[in-house]
């Protein structure tokens, strides 16, 4: 994707912050670089509270990323987090980074398949996700996937993409090689399919104002940091980076997709 070019970048964040090689690094230094969804750990808050994460429980996360919101969920509850990332090059580094900040026996990494990875029924307190789902092909597979993986009276927590109107045909290419867009459905099959996976108290709250703000806010504070950027990274990465976030910037301004906050407990 766009939006994730070189893995080890992060790392060039760190030394500039100070924290060279392999040094210990805090997990409030990694949450400057590591949350790579909308409103940072505010979001992951809201979902702690929401399901009620405690110490001493399991939690899964689907589409890990850097590991950042794996790390946070466990060093502020207590519980211990199983990410499943698919790109290997994010879960390397995402190993990396969890060992740095002391939470190796709290975070398990899985560089896998969500659709593949052997996980166990029930083996779960409650499953969280953040802007990865419309991601993963086939659906009604995964979300029922999911619903097996959660104990009952569990929640899933997530925060995802909907579509609300296709791009035009000259675009779709492009909109797909952005996005990914391979299980990107509108809110109402949205709300259906968690139920048809066996979901109950499905709640969704829509974010598509708040979060076309917030990308172009993103967007132009990205653009004002240029230089700074650059010094760090490279005009190459810099340049990935913005076109990712002003795509993302327009596909909301357009119209073209939506955002939503998911809540839904699992079944008996």
């Not at 899964?60 to 499943?84: D, N």
């Not at 974010?207 to 990274?233: G, K, N, P």
């Amino acid at each position: 994707m766009q939006l994730y070019p070189r893995a080890d970048r992060i790392f060039k964040d760190l030394e500039a912050e100070g924290y060279q090689s392999d040094n210990p690094v805090p997990v409030e230094i990694l949450n400057r670089y590591d949350q790579l969804h909308y409103h940072g750990t505010e979001a992951l808050d809201t979902a702690i509270e929401v399901a009620g994460i405690q110490a001493g429980q399991q939690v899964l996360e689907v589409g890990s990323g850097w590991g950042g919101c794996a790390r946070y969920i466990a060093k502020r509850t207590g519980a211990h987090v199983t990410a499943v990332e698919l790109q290997d090059d994010y879960d390397q580094v995402a190993r990396v980074l969890t060992a740095r900040a002391g939470l190796s026996d709290s975070v398990t990494h899985l560089n896998a398949d969500f659709l593949q990875v052997e996980l166990p029924i029930g083996g779960y307190d409650h499953a969280v996700s953040w802007l990865a789902l419309f991601h993963i092909p086939d659906r009604p597979r995964y979300l029922k996937k999911l619903h097996r993986l959660i104990k009952p009276g569990g929640l899933l927590c997530a925060e995802d993409l909907y579509l609300i109107s296709s791009p035009p045909d000259a675009e779709t290419e492009e909109f797909r090689a952005h996005l990914f867009p391979n299980s990107l459905v509108p809110p109402d099959a949205y709300e259906t399919g968690l139920k048809q996976a066996g979901f109950t108290n499905v709640h969704l709250s829509d974010m598509t104002e708040d979060w076309s703000d917030f990308t172009a806010t993103r967007l132009a504070a990205f653009q004002d940091a240029r230089s700074v950027y650059e010094d760090i990274h490279g005009t190459q990465t810099y340049q990935q980076i913005e076109l990712f976030y002003s795509k993302m910037s327009g596909y909301f301004a357009r119209g073209l997709v939506g955002g939503v906050r998911v809540s839904a407990v699992a079944g008996a």
